[in-house]
């Protein structure tokens, strides 16, 4: 080797000591102790900075929104609603306290000692992130809570890290009572349940104030893995990791001294139930639920209050009943029609409202085949004519204002009218004649026998005895609604709008003496932060007793006489009306006993409810009227929502007979019988008389040939039994002149 090498070599070799000597130099013991601990000095800053930034956020959505619960009267579940979330949030003291020893042994141990956070699982579970692993790492509850209740679901490092800060600040700010109730009250247990009260409903069909100790172990195992731990969907790996998972659940609880070993060796896993579809709106559900709402509305919980949930509500619904009311419309009605098959039958629409008469409470109600199928409520739409079921009220505005016939006698039961089809009335500045269902005559009739028969001759003229005007002001108080309701004789024939509810309320108010019955179906709203009391309906005296307790004399007639007779039975005291109305749209049965009233109404739908038809021909039967189906309907359910029958009677005062004259002598000329060209009248303008808007002079119609100076007698004249409006089987005869009948 040259000198010149052998310099090279050395000045590579000086080159090489100098750097190995500079990386010694550079990293000496103290200067790696120093840069650690500066490390750690900075993540300190770094954590206290992100302490100082980091706040203790509002709780997101998902954790404050909770389904709202409708309950019947007697607290069982009807629905639960809420856009997906199966939650209801139970503070902590009803929950067992052994069970939510359950869910500390089964999470965290330590909670009520520790500071919020667990360090050495936190990151664990940040390292795991990093690595990809996903939700990996050791959680205390108050940081499980933290996730639930303050962020998001997010596997992240800086959801972390916040989880972290938040948990700790959580820890000073809240009880270790509030942190728990938090996390039990927002943890998901599968089956689409979220919080404890749900979950048990879910897993064991009870509440969870009455939880024992070995469901609460079961329930706080599920946490771990809800798929995975469903009894009723899991693997036998997944089963038999679930029975370890409870078992050291209970061996935890009895290493705190929260369990002795004694209870422990009593207690035997507890096989959930199997699970049950989430309660929908299919069947009625939805119509209780809409009418619930309404009433909700009007209550001031607005559908902004019950969208955030937390409600519990209570309907007055009584669940036997609102069942009875279900099976008598499928066995009388549903059963017998061909909705596939049948133009008519696909579509008859059947509506029903029950209520007490003494509270005003809804206790049942139909709102139509299925709300899923059909939205309109069939018991509260307003937009089918009551037809003849109005007529009692135009008596009963008779009564109240002791009206007076055209000769000056005094209206009541024993009255006698002049029944003839056609007829005009006499002393109305508007015209009107309308004929009697098939165009009969009947001659001098007295107003019980009138009732029992539906003689529209003999209320278009009673209207106009009492005015249109008065009989309008006492509907109104008794609860009809004012919706198309002109103050004409052809009102009479109940051609204004109402819907089952409303004319239940009318009829309960007859049955309740006279005193205001208004329907209601919320019984109490109940909030963790507030609570509703429904407005308590006005409890006035609309009508006098001897006035309402005349109209149910009258109304007993019909049933016992007339053509009400589907609804007679031995083993209840009824009262009650039919009611068709103009070509078959609507038939109806409004009746009541001294317990129930209960309003029944088939209508005629067509165009997919964009027009109104005829139920002619429903289960190929012929005219349905409301002496048929909607009474046979109130008749079944009436038996079976009163256990069989009922031995209470109708407690009547001063019932008003009224004045009757001698019958006036029939027409020489009988009238002719109706033929199928005939129509009815169907409105004020009749096809006979002058138009509903007289013309400058016009025609009075002639008075009829009743005598007022003829003594009245003591009683009603003995006539012949009448035939009532439904007396004619189904297909007898097609029927015309069917308004208001």
């Keep these: 080797m040259g000198r010149a090498d052998a310099r090279r070599a050395q000045a590579q070799e000086s080159r090489r000591e100098a750097k190995s000597g500079g990386i010694r130099r550079l990293f000496t013991w103290k200067k790696l102790l120093g840069a650690f601990f500066g490390i750690v000095l900075l993540g300190m800053g770094a954590f206290g900075a992100l302490y100082l930034y980091v706040d203790v956020p509002a709780a997101n959505a998902m954790a404050e929104r909770q389904s709202n619960v409708y ?143 070995s469901q609460g172990a079961y329930l706080a195992s599920l946490l771990q893995a809800p798929s995975q731990y469903d009894w009723a969907t899991a693997t036998d790996t997944g089963k038999k990791l679930v029975k370890e998972r409870w078992a050291y659940t209970l061996r935890n609880m009895v290493e705190m001294d929260w369990l002795t070993g004694s209870e422990k060796a009593k207690l035997e896993f507890p096989v959930p139930q199997k699970p049950k579809p989430a309660a929908g709106m299919e069947g009625q559900t939805g119509y209780l639920v809409e009418a619930a709402n309404k009433e909700l509305d009007k209550q001031g919980v607005t559908a902004e209050d019950r969208e955030a949930g937390g409600w519990t509500f209570t309907l007055t619904v009584d669940k036997k009943r609102q069942q009875e009311l279900e099976k008598a419309v499928d066995d009388q009605l549903e059963s017998k029609l061909d909705r596939e098959g049948s133009t008519v039958d696909a579509g008859v629409q059947a509506g029903a409202t029950s209520v007490d008469p003494k509270t005003g409470k809804v206790v049942a109600l139909y709102g139509g085949e299925d709300y899923i199928k059909h939205y309109i409520s069939n018991a509260t739409r307003q937009d089918y004519q009551p037809a003849s079921t109005f007529k009692p009220l135009v008596l009963a505005s008779a009564l109240e204002n002791e009206s007076t016939t055209q000769d000056g006698r005094l209206i009541g039961l024993n009255t006698v009218y002049d029944g003839t089809s056609k007829r005009p009335v006499v002393g109305s500045d508007t015209p009107f004649n309308p004929q009697n269902e098939d165009g009969r005559d009947y001659g001098p009739i007295s107003v019980q026998r009138a009732m029992n028969s539906s003689v529209n001759s003999v209320f278009a003229q009673m209207i106009v005895d009492v005015s249109p005007a008065a009989a309008k002001q006492t509907a109104l108080g008794l609860g009809v609604p004012d919706k198309n309701f002109p103050e004409r004789p052809a009102v009479s024939l109940g051609t204004m709008n109402a819907s089952t509810w409303d004319m239940a309320g009318a009829y309960a108010t007859l049955d309740n003496h006279g005193q205001k019955v208004t329907p209601h179906i919320l019984q109490s709203a109940e909030h963790r932060d507030r609570t509703v009391d429904p407005e308590k309906p006005k409890r006035e005296q609309v009508i006098s007793r001897a006035s309402a307790d005349t109209v149910t004399k009258a109304l007993t007639g019909v049933v016992d006489a007339g053509s009400g007779a589907a609804a007679n039975t031995p083993a209840y ?55 048929g189906f909607p009474a046979r309907i109130w008749a079944d359910y009436t038996l079976g929502a009163l256990g069989g029958g009922s031995g209470k009677t109708f407690d009547l005062q001063d019932v008003e007979r009224g004045e009757a004259p001698a019958p006036p002598t029939p027409s020489d000329t009988p009238s002719e019988a109706p033929t199928e060209t005939e129509e009815p009248t169907p409105s004020d303008t009749p096809s006979q008389t002058p138009s509903e808007t007289p013309s400058e002079t016009p025609t009075t119609p002639a008075p009829p040939t009743e005598s007022p100076t003829v003594t009245p007698p003591t009683k009603s004249p003995e006539l012949p039994p009448q035939p009532g409006e439904d007396d004619t089987q189904p297909g007898e005869r097609p029927g015309v002149g069917l308004l208001g009948q």
């Design 71 to 213: 309950q019947y009267s007697d607290g069982t579940v009807l629905a639960r609603t809420g856009k997906g979330v199966n939650r209801q949030i139970v503070d902590l003291d009803e929950v067992p306290k052994k069970v939510q020893h359950a869910f500390v042994a089964a999470e965290n141990k330590t909670f009520y000692k520790d500071q919020g956070v667990d360090l050495k699982g936190t990151t664990r579970g940040v390292l795991n992130t990093l690595r990809g692993k996903g939700k990996q790492g050791g959680s205390t509850i108050t940081q499980q809570y933290v996730k639930n209740y303050y962020l998001t679901q997010d596997v992240t490092v800086s959801r972390k890290l916040k989880e972290l800060v938040i948990s700790l600040k959580v820890d000073q700010q809240k009880s270790k009572d509030e942190i728990l109730a938090g996390y039990i009250n927002t943890a998901y247990y599968g089956r689409g349940a979220s919080g404890i009260q749900a979950a048990a409903q879910a897993y064991y069909g009870v509440d969870a104030k009455d939880l024992d100790v």
């Design 573 to 627: 005291d009824a009262a009650g009306k039919t009611g068709t109305s103009e070509d078959n749209k609507s038939a109806w049965f409004a009746g009541y006993t001294p317990e129930l009233t209960t309003v029944v109404a088939l209508f005629g739908e067509g165009d997919g409810g964009r027009k109104q038809v005829s139920l002619t021909g429903t289960a190929n039967a012929g005219r349905a009227n409301g002496g």
